[in-house]
Antibody, heavy 123, light 110 residues
């Protein structure tokens, strides 16, 4: 059974870079069909797709965040990561990692999801 | 890239049916049959309930069903049970490798 777990600092200062990793267990990331996604949810608010990365390293992002987002994958560790630069208070959110069957590969759904990690932007 | 529009709340009594709408545009819901629905209980991660408008993943009860007409997709929960009380989010492919979510609907079982 595929499981995902986010890790990284829970507190980031304004203007700095938020960095998170996601470890995938119970299955391999080496798939031509799935990509690996980051989604966030500000406290008390809805979900926002941040972007997704294929095991090849190809990425696609939410246009509203594109210039601040970098994603990468390390298949040797079964991990993928997110970097969000120049963070401000509105970037405070629960960040989820998840498996993503993307439109480019004949579908469009997300699951399973990690449990999520709350990252707070504050000085 | 605007979020899909969902009602903030919905409710029903045990055993009843309730339908939650998800309104998009002719650039997302109206043109692609790639609408998904997610259930989120408080403090938990979202769970996929419906994908490609009408399909249910293995393990999701048949009480959950999806449909679409024009720019609006819908999730219907039949035979409401107490454990169905949760937040529900729709999502849709929006072209150019973009994915957009709805604002979420809080379902209350009375």
């Amino acid at each position: 059974q595929l499981q995902l777990q986010e890790s990284g600092p829970r507190l980031v200062k304004p203007s700095e870079t938020l960095s998170l990793s996601c470890t995938v267990s119970g299955g391999s990331m080496n798939s031509n069909s799935y990509s690996w996604a980051w989604i966030r949810q500000p406290p008390g608010k809805g979900l926002e797709w941040i972007g997704s990365v294929f095991y090849s390293g190809d990425t696609y992002n939410n246009p509203s965040l594109k210039s601040r987002v970098t994603m990468s994958v390390d298949t040797s560790k079964n991990q993928f990561s997110l970097k969000l630069t120049s963070v401000t208070a509105p970037d405070t959110a629960v960040y989820y990692c998840a498996r993503h069957l993307a439109y480019a590969h004949g579908g469009e759904w997300i699951g399973p999801w990690g449990q999520g990690t709350l990252v707070t932007v504050s000085s | 890239q605007s979020a899909l529009t969902q009602p903030p709340s919905a409710s029903g009594s045990p055993g009843q049916s309730v339908t939650i709408s998800c309104t998009g545009t002719s650039s997302d819901v109206g043109v692609y049959d790639y609408v998904s629905w997610y259930q989120q209980h408080p403090g938990k991660a979202p769970k996929l309930m419906i994908y490609e408008v009408i399909k249910r993943p293995s393990g999701v009860p048949a009480r959950f069903s999806g449909s679409k007409s024009g720019n609006t997709a819908s999730l219907t929960v039949s035979g409401l049970q107490a454990e169905d009380e949760a937040d529900y989010y729709c999502s849709s492919y929006a072209g150019s490798n973009n994915l957009v979510f709805g604002g979420g609907t809080k379902l209350t079982v009375l």
